[in-house]
């Protein structure tokens, strides 16, 4: 990797592109930019350091900075955002679960009513998820094609199942499927077999996809230059354009100037660049939101469980194939094949018992979002998970007994919502136009034509599924599409 420092990043002329952070979407835009303009002079300014996979395993975090201290909590509920600041962004900490959105996620509004579309349909982003897949080397099986076309070829053989998961399937559950994830099934290179160590955040054997240990054909070409203990603060535009970025460095300002802005910090901070920036469109900084993330525990009658070979064995779509309502949102069961919930006490009954989680679709509320109220730091505002999303948690439940019916159920008890999932989505939403949304169907700023905005903030709703995924698939789309 070709570091630079912030004064020799400031002195060189302009810069072809400028990236500000270097999560999912950052790393995978530029990809598939480097493909097409190779010979390109690209920076990366990343807010954070630059740690290796050994000093997160010895110090058994992922970054020196703590997301709680980059950002202020306001509100009726002071709820924590989960994200990772550093070189790599979240893919350093992302616990590497990779099913697609459900081809039903794309059109909340024309089905219900409320919330809103995507301005493009699943079948726009299955070559860029198949490409995604490739990628990362996506574990997968190929009966996800039932209600997921076009994901019949993974590229590793998916991970073993539960006893419990084989049960539901042989009785029938069309429903259940192997859960597709960036953790290898089979060793590659320096890459191990996933361990099921349920640490998938600082996954001990490498087995995850990171940008760290996947991403050198971006991080080392000769044409990227990367300045890291860079926040940026914003974009000065001038007559609709981008035409340079401000930034701090120990104490310091800078600035250089860009022909292409690429805007890839996370969904609260990227938004804080726009609302700084004076950049307009609808709803910049407003539909902050992420999924409700609810923990379950099954108490088994002579069922042994944790048998499976990863920490996510399986994920259950019965509840959304089922289709959503207006009274309540759909929601995806989870398998969990580690410890979080403990085994059971009893002697001779440790492992009678299986920790389930569901995600919880909730709808993006204007009200809730990033503001600039002149500070340094972002305020973050958040009402609190909407009546919707915990009519869609109670259906779950509801729904659960049927969906376990195969198996020796003793009781199902219901723990708790978990205060985040660290899936920070949709403060600079996608849309048709400047009226409805800050970025259009290529990540393309509605006002500000040379500015891409890449990652889980364009996202218009939550979706079924963990974003990171369609947040690759989606910046692969654009640099394509863009460069076209």
């Not at 069309?174 to 077999?193: D, E, I, W, Y």
């Not at 194939?321 to 009893?346: I, P, Y």
């Not at 034509?449 to 709703?461: K, Y």
């Amino acid at each position: 990797m070709q570091f630079v420092t912030p004064d020799k990043a400031s002195a060189a002329a302009a810069w072809d592109v400028v990236i500000i952070g270097s999560g999912f979407g950052s790393l995978f835009f530029l990809y598939k930019y480097l493909q097409n303009r190779p010979h390109d002079r690209v920076l990366i300014l990343e807010k954070g350091g630059y740690h290796n996979h050994e000093w997160q395993l010895q110090n058994q975090k992922n970054s020196e900075i703590d997301p709680l201290d980059t950002f202020r909590r306001g509100g009726e509920v002071e709820k924590p955002w989960d994200f990772t600041i550093g070189l790599g962004g979240s893919t350093n900490c992302w616990w590497g679960l990779t099913p697609r959105l459900h081809p039903t996620d794309f059109d909340l509004k024309t089905r219900l009513g409320f919330g809103a579309d995507w301005p493009i349909r699943y079948d726009d982003l299955v070559p860029y998820w198949q490409e995604a897949e490739r990628i990362m080397l996506i574990a997968g099986s190929p009966e996800l094609e039932r209600s997921y076309p076009g994901s019949s070829n993974y590229p590793q053989p998916p991970h073993r199942m539960t006893t419990a998961d084989e049960m539901l399937v042989a009785a029938g559950d069309q429903h259940h499927f192997p859960m597709p994830t960036a953790k290898l099934s089979r060793s590659v290179s320096s890459r191990g077999r996933c361990c099921s160590s349920s640490s998938c955040n600082l996954c001990p054997v490498s087995a995850k996809f990171t940008g760290l240990n996947s991403m050198s054909d971006v991080l080392d070409h000769p044409s990227v230059s990367i300045c890291i203990n860079s926040e940026v603060h914003y974009i000065e535009t001038a007559s609709g354009v981008a035409k340079s970025v401000q930034f701090q460095s120990r104490g310091r300002d800078y600035t250089v100037s860009c022909d292409l802005c690429v805007l890839g910090a996370n969904a609260i901070h990227s938004a804080f660049i726009m609302l700084r920036s004076g950049i307009s469109g609808h709803g910049v900084g407003r539909y902050l939101g992420e999924k409700m993330l609810a923990s379950v525990e099954v108490m088994f009658d002579g069922l042994n469980h944790y048998d499976g070979g990863t920490d996510s064995t399986a994920f259950n779509i019965g509840i959304v194939e089922d289709g959503r309502s207006k009274d309540h949102s759909s929601a995806v069961m989870v398998v969990q094949n580690g410890f979080k919930q403990g085994l059971r006490l009893e002697p001779g009954r440790w492992r009678e018992n299986m920790g389930l989680i569901f995600y919880v679709e909730d709808v993006f509320d204007h009200d809730n979002g990033v503001f600039d109220d002149g500070g340094d730091k972002p305020l973050v505002k958040f009402k609190g998970y909407s009546d919707y999303a915990m009519a869609g948690l109670q259906n779950a439940l509801d729904c659960l007994p049927k969906i376990l019916a195969p198996l020796p159920v003793e009781s199902i008890r219901f723990h708790r919502i978990e205060p985040t999932m660290g899936h920070v989505q949709g403060s600079l939403r996608m849309g048709r136009s400047i009226e409805e949304s800050v970025v259009d169907h290529n990540l393309v700023s509605h006002a500000i034509r040379n500015l891409i905005v890449v990652g889980t903030s364009t996202f218009p709703t939550c979706g079924s599924a963990n974003p990171s995924l369609t947040a690759a698939a989606l910046s692969l789309r654009a640099a394509k599409n863009i460069l076209a």
